[in-house]
């Protein structure tokens, strides 16, 4: 297995050198800390056991994975990223935890430094979006993969989110926002064809299904929103997004505010949904 790595994030000199997500950003990084195996990976724990192998590609900040990882332990586990500042935070999230079975690597899911047959599992949580061809990488995650081994993934699909009351400003963020996605050949209105693309991977996809993420308190509905205006000021997307001529500063300032206030309105109710799927190898 590949140590260390010297593989770098994938970016476009126009965008400063910084990929477009921002994957760097603290505003990114601060979204994923608050995650945890249970429940985002629920649907993944029944076909966990201790002593299995198993790898976490694009863990982020290893919110996650450190769950994960002690299901399997003492089996061996792995989180990769390709954003070097997440694998920072990763390795002292699970050293702060104590997580002794748990390394991680810099590495690009769509090339992964593993031989063929490597792990039991392998999870995947909100990074095939991030793609311009994920299929590349379900067949990486196929190929090491052992035979028999599953692969537990969860793929957003913002395409039709929930809103009330209606709003104008909430509404053409996502637009915008899949914009950046599409500009790199991603896309977060997708996770519908997961089972799809899988399927062409070559995995047997045995279990699959969408699910809500709800924002029902008035509370976790102005977090939500706060962070997507974080997002705004921080992303590089929305600096291109200027340079493009896709939106100017003053129509981002007003999808800003408007998305404030619709936060603050006592009913306001938010709900964006993700497809979650198991396939074997
Ligand atoms: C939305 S975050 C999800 C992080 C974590 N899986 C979670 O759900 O909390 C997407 C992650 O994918 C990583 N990523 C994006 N493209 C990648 C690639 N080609 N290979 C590996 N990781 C990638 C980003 O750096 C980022 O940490």
């Given at each position: 297995?590949?140590?260390?790595?010297?593989?770098?994030?994938?970016?476009?000199?126009?965008?400063?050198?910084?990929?477009?997500?921002?994957?760097?950003?603290?505003?990114?990084?601060?979204?994923y800390?608050?995650?945890?195996?249970?429940?985002?990976?629920?649907?993944?724990?029944?076909?966990?056991?201790?002593?299995?192998?198993?790898?976490?590609?694009?863990?982020?900040?290893?919110?996650?994975?450190?769950?994960?990882?002690?299901?399997?332990?003492?089996?061996?586990?792995?989180?990769?990223?390709?954003?070097?500042?997440?694998?920072?935070?990763?390795?002292?999230?699970?050293?702060?935890?104590?997580?002794?079975?748990?390394?991680?690597?810099?590495?690009?899911?769509?090339?992964?430094?593993?031989?063929?047959?490597?792990?039991?599992?392998?999870?995947?949580?909100?990074?095939?979006?991030?793609?311009?061809?994920?299929?590349?990488?379900?067949?990486?995650?196929?190929?090491?993969?052992?035979?028999?081994?599953?692969a537990?993934?969860i793929?957003?699909?913002?395409?039709?989110?929930?809103?009330s009351?209606e709003?104008?400003?909430?509404?053409?963020?996502?637009?915008?926002?899949?914009q950046?996605?599409n500009?790199?050949?991603g896309?977060?209105?997708?996770?519908?064809h997961?089972?799809?693309?899988?399927?062409?991977a070559?995995?047997?996809v045995?279990e699959?299904f969408?699910?809500?993420?709800?924002?029902?308190?008035?509370?976790?509905?102005?977090?939500?929103?706060?962070?997507?205006?974080?997002?705004?000021?921080?992303?590089?997307?929305?600096?291109?997004?200027?340079?493009?001529?896709?939106?100017?500063?003053?129509?981002?300032?007003?999808?800003?505010?408007?998305?404030?206030?619709?936060?603050?309105?006592?009913?306001?109710?938010?709900?964006?949904?993700?497809?979650?799927?198991?396939?074997?190898?």
């Amino acid at each position: 297995m590949a140590s260390g790595s010297s593989r770098q994030p994938t970016s476009h000199p126009k965008w400063h050198g910084r990929p477009f997500y921002g994957y760097d950003s603290p505003a990114v990084q601060e979204h994923y800390v608050g995650r945890s195996a249970w429940p985002a990976a629920e649907f993944f724990m029944p076909h966990l056991e201790p002593g299995m192998s198993l790898l976490d590609c694009g863990c982020g900040p290893a919110s996650i994975t450190v769950g994960l990882a002690e299901v399997v332990a003492p089996g061996r586990a792995v989180g990769i990223d390709i954003e070097p500042s997440m694998i920072a935070q990763a390795t002292t999230l699970a050293k702060n935890q104590g997580v002794n079975n748990l390394r991680f690597e810099v590495a690009d899911i769509t090339d992964l430094p593993y031989p063929d047959n490597s792990f039991d599992r392998v999870f995947s949580c909100a990074v095939l979006e991030h793609l311009p061809d994920p299929v590349k990488a379900l067949k990486e995650i196929h190929r090491v993969l052992k035979p028999g081994g599953l692969a537990g993934l969860i793929k957003t699909d913002w395409g039709d989110p929930l809103i009330s009351p209606e709003s104008d400003a909430v509404t053409r963020f996502f637009r915008l926002f899949e914009q950046g996605f599409n500009q790199q050949g991603g896309s977060l209105n997708r996770g519908r064809h997961l089972r799809l693309i899988m399927q062409e991977a070559g995995f047997d996809v045995i279990e699959f299904f969408a699910a809500y993420g709800n924002a029902t308190t008035p509370e976790l509905v102005q977090a939500e929103i706060n962070g997507y205006i974080a997002w705004m000021d921080n992303l590089p997307w929305f600096d291109q997004a200027i340079e493009l001529n896709v939106v100017d500063q003053a129509a981002l300032n007003e999808i800003k505010e408007g998305m404030k206030r619709w936060s603050e309105l006592p009913e306001a109710f938010i709900a964006k949904g993700r497809c979650v799927a198991i396939g074997r190898k």
